[in-house]
């Protein structure tokens, strides 16, 4: 049904532990009637004679529509009421998850009479998937994709710390011992990026070491030769011993940062140029119906969802380029009128 041009489908045996001989077949997820399963499951090679100890099954809930929230998972026009998990339309353990934290935190925040915390989609997955859901909708259930992210190459694993732990310690999530380590490690990579963008040598003295550069005379920090897949703090550490000196953790670290720091670099030029658009706020009562031009969809839309910026505008779904340049316009004019 799912894949009939298809003459095979990779399914993955997956062990569900090391004393557990039930094992799961990923790749045929499916809610069908028991018996078809029973069918199908033993006419995969290797599967004639296994024994289906729970079949595939389907999961229907509803949810409301999470449009009516805003970036702090608030349903607008409820003060005190946050919505988080399967009811805003996700599926998944980690999307429940990161939602019931921002959720959470924003109550608290919310009685407390504090800031609220509203995670950025350029700082962390968490504000890619709120920023989707209450600016996009769902029309089917939500999964955080990493190809959601635009700015993805910066959304790592190993600088999540160094993204959002100060973020936490401002909110009041991360507790004063955490926070201690991590401003040890956070000096620690300071000082480290210090020195290697201290040292540095010629393509000339770079042979003389036994690496392979372009002879373009120019000088090359330690981070600069780090960007080279073939070299590494090891490899450095024979031309320079101090580096010996540096824990793993703060090599390893250093060099994934040098690895993607030129597609950085590139990536925060499309960056700030994108921002300086993206940034640009649209009032609470900016009026739609004077913008001809757009569809009865996208008005519709818009007045539902009152983007607060052009970056949430650009994000709705069904939005084009012309639109959005319409918005712009309209909003240069009305700065144009306002400053004469």
Known sequence: MRFAEKESHQVFLEPEGLEDHTVYPNGISTSLPAEVQEEYVRSI???EDAVILRPGYAIEYDHADPTCLDMTLRVTGSPGLFLAGQINGTTGYEEAAAQG???GANAALSVLGRDAFTPSRRESYI?????????RGVTEPYRMFTSRAEFRLHLRADNADLRLTETGVAVGLVRSERAARFEVRRAALASARQFLESINLTPTEARGHGLSLNADGQRRSGM???????????????IWPEIASLPQAV????????LYRNYLDRQQMEQAQLGRDEARSVPDDFDYSALP???????EKLVRIRPRNLGQAGRIEGMTPAALMLILAHLRASERRRAS
């Open 45 to 47: 090679a290797g599967l």
């Open 101 to 103: 934290l921002v959720a």
């Open 127 to 135: 504000g890619v998937m709120i920023d989707d859901l209450v600016t």
């Open 224 to 238: 600069d030769l780090l960007s080279y897949p073939n070299i590494d703090c090891r490899l450095l550490a024979r």
């Open 251 to 258: 090599c390893r670290q250093v060099e994934i940062e040098a």
């Open 293 to 299: 031009g757009l569809s009865a969809e996208l008005r």
